[in-house]
């Protein structure tokens, strides 16, 4: 009688600890769907704002991430690289043209060190394909920005734009 306590036991462990991997790994693909499908509608909400601003996504880059750059003036410094300490003067806007953040309101250039988390990744990943002086555009998907959180002004899973000068490289 012991015995099949024990074993009885046992399987209610055993398919306890099954529910468990199952629900978990059920979980988790549902998230990597809940990824895909949101970075698929920020993609389509990017194509849609370059079609309806007359954008051609021929002139852009656009990363294995996700990201896209637009170049709007040619800098003619050197290139900035992860590490590099920049001056950089920014406007933000959601993609329906609500601006969110400026540093041209006080024209102070914001300072920071790039490729090490300072800023959002797309901003990282981004600085890194423009040069000294020059001007250019980000859209940023969210899960390169803020993902699903609220950031007063940014509403969750919003694709940002940024309108970018590298000033000067330190």
């Excluded at 949101?38 to 021929?58: H, S, V």
């Excluded at 601006?99 to 006080?106: A, H, L, N, R």
């Excluded at 950031?151 to 940002?160: E, K």
Aim: hydrophobic residues 35%; contains cysteine.
């Amino acid at each position: 009688m012991l015995q099949n306590s024990i074993n009885n036991n046992r399987s209610g462990l055993v398919g306890a600890l099954l529910l468990f991997v199952l629900t978990f790994s059920f979980s988790a693909c549902e998230d990597k769907l809940t990824i895909d499908n949101r970075r698929g509608e920020n993609d389509k909400q990017i194509q849609d704002y370059l079609r309806a601003n007359n954008i051609d996504p021929a002139t852009l880059v656009n990363t294995k991430s996700g990201l896209y750059y637009q170049k709007l003036e040619e800098g003619t410094g050197a290139k900035v690289y992860a590490g590099d300490n920049v001056s950089v003067h920014y406007k933000g806007t959601l993609l329906n043209g609500t601006e969110f953040d400026t540093s041209y309101d006080d024209n102070k250039p914001l300072e920071l060190k790039v490729g090490v988390g300072q800023v959002i990744r797309g901003w990282d990943e981004g600085l890194q394909l423009m040069k000294e002086g020059e001007k250019g555009r980000l859209f940023v998907p969210a899960y390169l920005a803020y993902e699903g959180q609220n950031r007063g002004t940014i509403p969750p899973y919003s694709v940002l734009v940024f309108e970018m000068h590298i000033v000067d490289i330190k």
